[in-house]
Structures are given as C-alpha cells and as structure tokens.
C-alpha cells in the first residue's frame, strides 16, 4: 500500500512538472504580448492562477471543517489544515506577483484599496488559523475550534471575489473583458495556466496530508 501511494505521489510530482512546464512556455513563448501593458501583463497568468489556487485550497478547508463537525474524523481536520498550509503559499504568491503587477502599472506595489484590503485582511485571517490551532489544548478541542474557524473565514474569498464589482476600485476587472482584452492565446494560456497550478495544489496537499498522518503514527508509537 505504501509502495502504491509513493508511486502515485511520484506520478502527480511528474505530472505537476510537465504541466507546470508547459504553462511558463505558453506564457512567455505562446502568448501575445500585450498592447497596453507590455511584457508586464504575462504576470497575470501566475497571479490569476495563484489567487484560484489559493481560494479553492480555503475552500476545501471550510468544507472539510463542515464534515469533520457532523462526523468528527481526524481525516478531515488533516484535510482542513493540510489545505489552509497549501493555501497561504499560493495566496502568498497571488500578493506577491499582484506588487510586482502593480509596480510598472499603478506606479506603486500597494495601495489600500477595498480589494488587496481584503486581501491582506484574509492573509492574516489564514495565517491565524495556524496559529489558533497552537493555543488550543486537546486534539479533538483544537480540531473543532480550528473547523469553525475556517468556516467562518472562508467569508473573505466571496468578499475578495465580488469586491471588483461592489465597489469602485482600480483593481482591473479583466475576466470579464472590461479592463483588458484577452486573445483567444490568452485565454487558452490562461486555462492551461490554471489547470498546473490546480494539478500543483494536489500534488503539494497530497504530500501535507501524508506528512500529517505519519505525525500522528509517531505520535502514536510515542505514546505506547
């Protein structure tokens, strides 16, 4: 069994790396360059598939923290807080690539606007969520506290999302072709961009995951 899960973690890290590979070729070598903003723009391919990343990783997290309250099994707070670990990291990235975006095009690396407001209030927010699983005794009581808290955070992806449209912000609305027009290269590099940066995350949680349950063998033989 343990021989087939290496080789199936194998298989994804290959996987990963070819699509991974395959997206920066499309981005520098496939993909137009555009009119507006130049080279810059090709930013928004890893930014954009970041942030996805990033949200669906918190997303897991606040369905996971829903299962592990109705039938309290350790696997699912292993998901939750595999996916939060994973999460920060592409989310991280997602700030991170939006500055360097930022600086050639708004003349700055950050602003305080609505939209990276709730960007770095949810950085915070994710951040914690480690942090509040430490300062809680108790296996079982530290995996409920931590499940209701990633349900109740999960409030700043939607926030983040319709942020564009509730309020007036500079952010770019650009999926929807308001703010910069995508060629139909674009558009298919953009795809492929999502598809290794999602195939990434499985791989990266898969791996958390086994790092989390051999813990707790350990812990287990500790005890004994």
């Not at 994973?86 to 690539?97: D, R």
């Not at 407001?117 to 480690?130: D, E, F, H, K, R």
């Not at 308001?178 to 995350?201: C, E, I, N, W």
């Amino acid at each position: 069994m343990t021989q087939h899960r290496d080789f199936t973690g194998l298989i994804l890290a290959l996987a990963s790396a070819v699509a991974v590979l395959t997206a920066l070729g499309m981005v520098f070598l496939y993909a137009p360059r555009e009119a507006t903003m130049g080279d810059v723009q090709r930013i928004f391919y890893f930014h954009v598939s970041s942030a996805w990343v990033g949200f669906f990783a918190f997303f897991v997290t606040f369905l996971a923290g829903i299962l592990y309250l109705i039938r309290g099994e350790r696997r699912w707070d292993v998901l939750a807080l595999s996916s939060v670990e994973v999460g920060l990291t592409f989310i991280t990235m997602a700030v991170i690539t939006g500055s360097l975006w930022a600086r050639p095009v708004w003349g700055t690396y950050w602003t305080w606007e609505p939209r990276l407001t709730i960007s770095a209030v949810q950085l915070l927010i994710y951040i914690a969520y480690g942090m509040l699983r430490r300062a809680v005794e108790g296996p079982e009581r530290q995996a409920r506290f931590a499940a209701v808290y990633g349900i109740v955070a999960f409030v700043t992806v939607p926030l983040s999302w319709f942020a564009i449209r509730w309020w007036r912000t500079i952010h770019p609305e650009i999926l929807s072709g308001g703010d910069m027009a995508l060629t139909p290269r674009m558009v298919q590099t953009l795809l492929v961009s999502l598809g290794a940066f999602t195939l990434l995350y499985a791989t990266l949680l898969r791996q958390r995951i086994r790092l989390e349950r051999f813990a707790d063998a350990l812990a287990l033989l500790r005890r004994e």
